[in-house]
């Protein structure tokens, strides 16, 4: 079983910054990607970004692409995402995940964090 601890929600101003962090504990050896994924209220959960272990390759959704950042540590089996120029539109419970196959399909990731509230106000 893998558990995924997640942190660095909260409540910023648009075009404010904000760094999450997540770190897989447990049974690793069968996670090759990690990602994020974001759900407001009313909407369904979305792909956000994602990294592979293997090359380290990375996959973002467009709305986020050229401010958000994703980047980890596979030794730490650690992922972070830097969002920068934030908008009120990113507003939403962050997801990260964990699983074997990397990019924006929900179901390519097994395992869940518990989410993280973002705030981002006008």
């Known amino acids: 079983q893998v558990q995924l601890v997640e942190s660095g929600g909260g409540l910023v101003q648009a075009g404010g910054s904000l760094r999450l962090s997540c770190t897989a504990i447990g049974r690793t050896f069968n996670t090759y990607a990690m990602g994020w994924f974001r759900q407001a209220p009313g909407r369904e959960r979305e792909f956000v970004a994602a990294i592979s272990w293997s090359g380290g390759s990375t996959y973002y959704a467009d709305s986020v692409k050229g401010r958000f950042t994703i980047s980890g540590d596979p030794a730490k089996n650690t992922v972070y995402l830097q969002m920068n120029s934030l908008k009120p539109e990113d507003t939403a419970v962050y997801y990260c995940?964990?699983?074997?196959?990397?990019?924006?399909?929900?179901?390519?990731?097994?395992?869940w964090g518990q989410g993280t509230q973002v705030t981002v106000s006008s």
């Open positions: 995940a964990a699983g074997s196959v990397v990019g924006p399909r929900v179901a390519g990731y097994q395992y």
